[in-house]
């Protein structure tokens, strides 16, 4: 079992920036794929970023050039900093984590296989973004 706690949320002006952390319990943490996932209201889940157990990133395209994610393998610690904040970036961040791999390359491109393989998942920490 995996605990996520997330923290960083709040609320910030369109072009501003957040960066938001996560801590897991795992002492394994390092062989786990982790991500980032956002919700918005009476939707489900999306994928932000993630980044696989190898290292491999995969990023939603609406957040490419904005946001970067990382992971200290040594702190149990997953970040997302998130710059060029806009209005459609508010919504619940969820830090989640799965044990099995995560993405996938095709075509020279990182992509993301189903959020169903991610079986552990923080609270959330809410992100509002501001004109």
């Known amino acids: 079992q995996v605990k996520l706690v997330e923290s960083g949320g709040g609320s910030v002006q369109s072009g501003g920036s957040l960066r938001l952390s996560c801590v897991g319990s795992?002492?394994?943490?390092?062989?786990?794929?982790m991500g980032w996932f956002r919700q918005y209201p009476g939707k489900e889940r999306e994928e932000v970023a993630v980044v696989d157990y190898d290292g491999k990133i995969s990023y939603a395209d609406s957040v490419k050039g904005r946001f970067t994610i990382s992971r200290d393998n040594a702190k149990n610690t997953l970040s997302l900093q998130m710059n060029s904040l806009k209005l459609e970036d508010t919504a619940m961040y969820f830090c989640a984590a799965a044990s099995t791999e995560c993405t996938y390359v095709s075509g020279g491109r990182v992509f993301m296989r189903p959020t169903s393989r991610f079986g552990f998942w923080g609270q959330g920490t809410q992100v509002t973004v501001s004109s």
């Open positions: 795992a002492s394994d943490i390092g062989s786990y794929c």
